[in-house]
Structures are given as C-alpha cells and as structure tokens.
C-alpha cells in the first residue's frame, strides 16, 4: 500500500471503530500529523484519562501505552510496534525497587512518569518533566524521597527545590548524550541564539542554557518568544510541531537531527503499522487487573494535583 492508501485506510478504521489516536512529539511527522492529539507525556495521560473512544491507538513507547491502559483497564489499547520501549523505564527494575523499599521502608517514592507499570505500583506518586518541580513540594521539607528512575531529572529538581532526594541511576541515552563540547560548536556556529533544553539532560549541560522545560514547556516557551531562532537540546521529533506553531522561526538541533541520535523507539511507529493496528485490532496491550489497580493510584494522584 502507498502512504497515501495507509492515510485513508487508518482514517477510515478510525471513525468505524470509534478510535482515538494519540501520538508524543517525538514520533515521525506523518504519525503527528493523523494523530487526534498529539502531546508530551503530562497531556497525553491527561487525554487517555479523559476520551470516550471503544480504542486508543497509542503511538508512543511501551510505557506511555501502559499508562493509558491502567487509565481505561476497559477499553481496547493498540501499540503499533510492542517493541517500542524506553531505556529509562528499562534502567528501574520493579524487583530492585521493591527491594528497595523492603529495606528502606522510610523513603516515599516519586518516580517519573519514564517506568514500567510494576515500579508505578511500587510509587507513592508519578511525575512528569512538566509538573514535577510543582509536585514534590507536595511532600513535607524533610520527607525522604527516592526518585526514579532519571538522575539527571532528579538532579535538577533537587537543585530547583533545594531538596536532597536520593537518585535512582539511570538516564535517557539521548539527552544523557549531550555534550558542553557539541553545545559549544553550535552556540560558535550561531551566536546569541538562545538554548532550550530537557531538563533529563546531565548538570554541566543545562549549566549553558537559557531556557529549562518540558517538552510542552520549550514548545510554549519558544513559541511565545519574540526570538526568532533557537538551538533546540531534545529529541528533533519536537522540530515538527515547532515548525508548524512558529512557521517564521528556525530551529538548530545538535547532530542534526541524525536518527542515530534519536530515539527510535519512538520512531518505530509509522503508518503502515497503525493502519494494520487498527485494522486487526493488534498488537493489543493487555495487562493484569491487580496490578493496574495499584499503579493507577499514583497515576491518578498526579492528574489530580496536577
């Protein structure tokens, strides 16, 4: 089939079978593009919550699936591709958390919305890159907190919060990767030109920034800038909605957007593979009722203060 029959196709399924797609910033433009909504990880849990469709097609990663699952544990979830995982939910173990908590039964745990369905049963309260700073206020002064599984996130929330939670050692490869050096060449490349970052990049890079947030955070934060280009320090999957909200701006990514230096995970979610989704109804995400009953806790808790 040609791309332009996967488009009909998919659009046809959809309204027959009365299904949503959602889709993150970092898939490929022409899965943004067909998708209902598109959004970070905050709005799509907020959108999975809140739709009344019989299917989700969740072009995502494997966790963000999930979490829409545990939200709707009676509607009928597909996932494109089921081998789109996250190398930071893979970097927490639910077993090793447990045994944390086992032996450290005085810690609250915070984890970010970046884990696997076990270890957000495990949790006392889900965050995500755009609300975390808010929520962890949320727990007293001295309450001891592990956060997991991001260090790099966790780092930066310490140092805005003046907190000392305890960092689970893991990272996402793609913003760990960025160097002060790579930084550097485009910053001598473009000078003056103002740096948006993800706040999962390492300490000594977020140290050279100008700008600190959230997927939608850097979406918002540039399009509403009189500045008119950016050096742009996240997954280039986000240039694609930068273009289409800020037509008259241009955008510099490090490694050019080089595939090499994405995540393709995400970019394992295309056409051809949503139209068979919906058209077999699978690959479907299934999951066990007892433990989305103790992971939907914290998920809900965090759209509650959120």
């Known amino acids: 089939m040609t791309r332009e029959q996967h488009i009909a196709g ?35 849990a907020r959108k999975a919550a809140d739709t009344d ?36 939910a893979d970097a927490c173990k639910a077993a090793d958390l447990a045994r944390f908590k086992k032996e450290h039964p005085e810690y609250k745990v915070l984890s970010y919305v970046n884990c696997t369905a ?11 890159s755009g609300n975390a700073l808010r929520l962890v206020n949320t727990f ?23 907190r000392q939670m305890l960092l689970w050692d893991g990272m996402c490869r793609i913003h760990d990767h960025y160097t002060i050096e790579d930084l550097q060449l485009l910053k001598d490349s473009y000078p003056g030109v103002q740096v948006v970052a993800h706040p999962e990049c390492r300490r000594e890079f977020l140290a050279h920034v100008d700008f600190v947030g959230s997927t939608a955070a850097m ?10 280009e950016f050096i742009v320090a996240t997954e280039s999957g986000i240039l694609h909605e ?53 992971a939907v806790a914290p998920i809900r808790k965090m759209l509650e203060l959120s």
């Open 10 to 44: 998919i659009q046809k399924l959809r309204a027959e079978k009365n299904a949503i797609i959602l889709a993150h910033y970092y898939t490929l433009p022409e899965v943004q593009d067909i998708a209902d909504f598109v959004g970070d990880s905050l709005a799509l």
């Open 53 to 88: 469709a019989d299917i989700i097609l969740f072009a995502g990663v494997h966790f963000m699936a999930e979490t829409a699952k545990i939200l709707n544990p009676d509607k009928k979830v597909l996932v494109p591709d089921m081998s789109a995982g996250c190398c930071l």
């Open 118 to 128: 076990a270890v957000k049963a495990l949790s006392d309260l889900i965050v995500t």
């Open 140 to 162: 007293p002064k001295d309450e001891k907190i592990l956060f997991a599984p991001d260090k790099n996130l966790g780092d930066y929330i310490n140092r805005q919060t003046g």
């Open 219 to 228: 979406i918002s934060h540039i399009s509403e800038s009189p500045d008119k």
């Open 242 to 294: 930068l273009k289409k909200r800020n037509p008259d701006k241009t955008f510099y990514t490090l490694y050019n957007g080089d595939i090499a230096h994405d995540c393709g995970s995400m970019k394992k979610n295309n056409l051809e593979k949503m139209y068979n989704a919906l058209l077999h109804e699978d690959p479907e995400l299934t999951m066990d009722p007892e433990l989305m009953a103790k």
